[in-house]
């Protein structure tokens, strides 16, 4: 089952039996104090940048996100989305919880975006899923509803199926559903990842979606954060999962690797063309 995206004039095929999408994380300003400043001033200039390391770096799709506390988004988000759309040539993410900013967004999104995202509330799936019908958008779901995050897989993938139901409804394709399983910290809750890779195998078998993750939750506040992180995508990656927002200018040589192992790349045609246009530096 594939999620297609679109640029300008690039296509980016989410496949859970293709190569791992990467989804760049870093235009969002929760925790990087000088993306948010950046925003406010309505200074463009630092989101270019963040836009192109990530492309560089290997990422397939940016998410793109203004939350910045007291920021018109319903002003700012199409802005930023427009200039990202003209300068670059890469499929978005656009990612709020405001309506009223995605629609906004939307309206001037060339190609066909991801929406991060709807989830099991009520006022969520009726707010959400009809502009992912009339922009003709891909969606990603996130397993919560107004009970808050449940600690089972069986209740995350009950979520999930309500989505996809509730988006049937409407004419929106399976295909265009991506489920976020949802990732959170082992700091908090040492079975936290457990829980998530058990839901990510059970939506998988139950309906053959795409399961996207937020992949670094999963290390808050613990040392050595990569190692973990990439642990986790490995595993999720085993499990069923078929794209990730994290950070492609720290873990795309390590996901061109896991789609190699998986038999996912042939003759490591992708592997090598990595490596030749992102040289390992020599360790001394």
């Not at 959400?128 to 600690?151: Q, R, S, W, Y």
């Not at 059970?202 to 954060?225: C, E, H, Q, Y």
């Amino acid at each position: 089952m594939q999620t297609i995206l679109r640029s300008k004039t690039k296509t980016v095929k989410i496949d859970p039996n293709g190569p791992f999408t990467i989804i760049g994380e870093k235009i969002n300003p929760t925790g990087r104090k000088k993306l948010a400043a950046a925003l406010q001033e309505g200074n463009f200039d630092y989101v270019r940048e963040l836009a192109s390391k990530q492309i560089a770096g290997g990422a397939d799709v940016l998410d793109v996100n203004v939350g910045v506390p007291g920021l018109d988004d319903v002003a700012v988000l199409p802005q930023v989305v427009q200039m990202l759309a003209e300068e670059f040539d890469i499929p978005l993410c656009i990612d709020t919880p405001n309506p009223k900013a995605l629609e906004a967004a939307l309206k001037v999104a060339p190609g066909r975006v991801l929406v991060n995202s709807v989830n099991g509330e009520e006022s969520s799936l009726s707010s959400v899923l009809p502009l992912v019908k009339e922009f003709n958008t891909a969606v990603i779901g996130l397993v919560m509803d107004e009970n808050g995050i449940p600690n089972d897989p069986e209740t995350r993938c009950a979520i999930a199926e309500k989505i996809i139901e509730r988006a049937a409804r409407l004419g929106i394709p399976i295909e265009d559903i991506v489920i976020d399983v949802l990732v959170l910290t082992v700091g908090a809750d040492s079975n936290a990842a457990a829980v998530t890779l058990k839901t990510v195998e059970l939506v998988r078998k139950n309906f053959g979606v795409n399961i996207n993750l937020g992949a670094s939750n999963v290390s808050f506040g613990l040392p050595d954060r990569d190692t973990l992180n990439m642990a986790f995508l490995g595993l999720a990656i085993h499990a069923g999962a078929s794209c990730a927002i994290t950070d492609p200018t720290k873990y795309t040589a390590f996901l061109k690797g896991c789609d190699l192992l998986m038999g996912r790349d042939a003759y490591a045609a992708k592997y090598i063309k990595y490596f030749r246009t992102h040289p390992v530096e020599e360790k001394k």
